[in-house]
Nanobody, 124 residues
Framework: QLQLVESGGGLVQPGGSLRLSCAASGFSLDYYTIGWFRQAPGKEREGIVCINSGDGTTYYDYSVKGRFTISRDKAKNTMYMQMNSLTPSDTAVYFC?????????????????WGQGTQDAVAS
């Protein structure tokens, strides 16, 4: 059974940091495009950070570039997202995702494996 399990979300003050983890089981992330998406209340799910499995390139949405970093531990079959300098506009439910044969890594419909989502809130 292919599964992604997230951990690490929570409440943090503005300027703070969070690190999200996403552990995969039942398949190897090595062959998949992996990404982090978020969905704020009343908004569509958006891709913010992705690693393309084809060429290894990394995409960062302008809203998080310089503050968020995606990484993965191949030995643990786990991906991470380090989030720094958080602001209230970063409040959302965050999802990890993995997709095979993804053409456009920021489009949610391109992914077929999703984590359960973690609620992250930034408030003073």
């Amino acid at each position: 059974q292919l599964q992604l399990v997230e951990s690490g979300g929570g409440l943090v003050q503005p300027g703070g940091s969070l690190r999200l983890s996403c552990a995969a089981s039942g398949f190897s992330l090595d062959y998949y495009t992996i990404g982090w998406f978020r969905q704020a209340p009343g908004k569509e799910r958006e891709g913010i950070v992705c690693i393309n499995s084809g060429d290894g390139t990394t995409y960062y949405d302008y809203s998080v570039k310089g503050r968020f970093t995606i990484s993965r531990d191949k030995a643990k079959n786990t991906m991470y997202m380090q989030m720094n300098s958080l602001t209230p506009s970063d409040t959302a439910v965050y999802f990890c995702a993995a997709g095979f044969g993804v053409r456009n890594p920021v489009v949610p419909e391109q992914y077929d494996n999703w984590g359960q989502g973690t609620q992250d809130a930034v408030a003073s």
